[in-house]
């Protein structure tokens, strides 16, 4: 049987991490990015991610598979309960059930935490093709994510014009008096 770790990232995973992210922006328009960024501003972006929020990655025999993690909402106090959330597998690691086990995990840290809403932003294709298809919009939906905004025609990129969605999931309850988040430091 295999065996899968779920853990903490750490700077010393970017070159891998990095090399998941770079398929996607080199050959799909799931991301809107052009550009790989190089090793030293990955690793910045993950640096400052785990400032404040869970940054996971998945293992299946000892090798990094996939990544998720939370970042900001909105950047003002108001918007602390929210969170915007991020998935990526290897290309050779989707359909196998390990994006469930990782955003499962991310959800129960972030539940913790004391945050609510949780936020994805998908890019969505008005047809489907070689560079999107709409598989991220329906893995948010089978994990209970409903769509609740368009964005049209908002990304371009390999000569194509993408949609935008925003899909969201309620993880906690509203009180009238919210306790506050518990961040790290």
Known sequence: MDTITIR??????????LEI???????????FEYDVPSLAEFQARIQHTMERYPYLVIEKEGTIQGYAYAGTFYNRAAYDWT????????VNAQKGGLGRKLYEA???RLKNMGLLNLY??????QEEGEYLTRNSADFHAHLGYRTIGTFQKCGYKFGRWYDM?????????????????????
């Open 8 to 17: 903490d990232a750490a700077l010393s995973d970017a070159a891998r991490i």
């Open 21 to 31: 992210y770079s398929y996607y922006v080199k050959n799909t328009a799931i991301t």
């Open 83 to 90: 969170c915007e959330v991020t998935i990526y597998l290897d």
């Open 106 to 108: 991310l959800e129960t």
């Open 120 to 125: 994805a932003c998908i890019a969505l294709p």
């Open 165 to 185: 969605i925003w899909m969201e999931k309620i993880i906690g309850e509203h009180l009238d008096k919210q306790p506050p988040v518990r961040f790290p430091g």
